[in-house]
């Protein structure tokens, strides 16, 4: 007997994981609503990929979190959430006017004292906190910003967090482009070449997920001889 195949956009499967899948709290929604209202909306973390970065970060114990690229502030609102009173999320982002909204919402959730927003070069900073605090003090990343410097972000996080933590970068099917071997452009070429890398680097465990434009999560291995650190604790 053949089955029957519901007749169900796109749409409505991604409005029922929001719907049936997903707690945004009203303050989230409004946030949302806020965000889609701007022209640059659709650059902003989905309900579903928040509460997926949040469950993450809840699942490993994360104390210190790297965002970056923050928008309006979704994603590390998410996460901040979950964090417990003594941890920190560094967020990076080059925009005073988006992070501006950021701020207040943080600020309403009661969680703006564990978010430290940095604004300006997103590597720079990075390569900053590297100088000051050293290595593997972070437990989790999260990346979706310009795409061309992925490459740089994925080696300076897998300094940055400790071997056992979890990096993730969004973005990273770039609306198909990836699988299309006749599109060059610039971004393109970039994550193109870093889920190339990625899936080959023996230096971490990943999984590229079909998730929204495409997910990739990577774990640092613990180098020979170098324990893996218990959560929050560098290694």
Known sequence: MESRMPKISDQQIRQYVIDCGTRQTPLLRRLR??????????????????QLLALLARSIGARRVLEIGTFTGYSALCVADVLPEDGILVACDAS??????????????????RID?????????????????????????????????YDAYYELCLKLVRPGGLICFDNMF????????????????????????????????????????????????ARAGEPVAVAGVAA
């Open 117 to 149: 927003l940095r604004l300006g070069d997103a590597a720079q900073t990075l390569k900053g906190i590297l100088a000051d605090e050293g290595g593997a003090g972070f437990d989790f990343a999260f990346i979706d910003a310009d795409k061309e410097s």
């Open 96 to 113: 005073e006017e988006w992070t501006a909204i950021a701020r207040s919402y943080w600020q309403e959730a009661g969680v703006d004292d």
């Open 174 to 221: 770039w609306g198909r482009s990836v699988a299309d071997p006749e599109d060059m452009r610039a971004e393109t070429v970039a994550l193109r070449n870093l889920n190339l890398k990625i899936q080959s680097d023996d230096r971490v465990d990943m999984s590229l997920v079909p998730l929204g434009d495409g997910m990739t999560f990577i774990r640092p291995r």
């Open 33 to 50: 609503e806020q965000t889609l209202a701007l022209a640059e909306g659709h650059m902003m973390t989905t309900p579903a990929a928040g």
